[in-house]
């Protein structure tokens, strides 16, 4: 069983920048698609960005895209979520999470199987 740890979350001013990591233990994610999503406070868990096993396709909502770049560390276990020019409406806990394997990219929550704890985004105006 995979644990999916995120981190890198926290408090930043309109415009600023973070850069969210996703660690993995107990599998490799090199043959995984994985995922970004979110759930501000009383919304719904949103897709942001999804990237393939090998990190050569990519997916963002509209809402980041241009803003926000998936990547992916196959060497390390890690996938990263850079965050620029960011918006108080990105307010959010983020989520990391992973599908089964050979399954390609997806936006929608329920085909990702294993998810993190989550690590809050917090962006005032």
């Known amino acids: 069983q995979v644990q999916l740890v995120e981190s890198g979350g926290g408090l930043v001013q309109a415009g600023g920048s973070l850069r969210l990591s996703c660690a993995a233990s107990?599998?490799?994610?090199?043959?995984?698609?994985m995922g970004w999503f979110r759930q501000a406070p009383g919304k719904e868990r949103e897709f942001v960005a999804t990237?393939?096993?090998?990190?050569?396709?990519?997916y963002y909502a509209d809402s980041v895209k241009g803003r926000f770049t998936i990547s992916r560390d196959n060497a390390k276990n890690t996938v990263h979520l850079q965050m620029n020019n960011l918006k108080p409406e990105d307010t959010a806990v983020y989520y990391c999470?992973?599908?089964?394997?050979?399954?390609?990219?997806?936006?929608?929550?329920?085909?990702?199987?294993?998810w993190g704890q989550g690590t809050q985004v917090t962006v005032s105006s």
């Open positions: 107990g599998r490799t994610l090199s043959m995984y698609t």
């Open positions: 990237i393939s096993w090998s990190g050569s396709s990519t």
């Open positions: 999470a992973q599908r089964e394997i050979g399954l390609g990219l997806s936006r929608s929550p329920e085909d990702f199987v294993s």
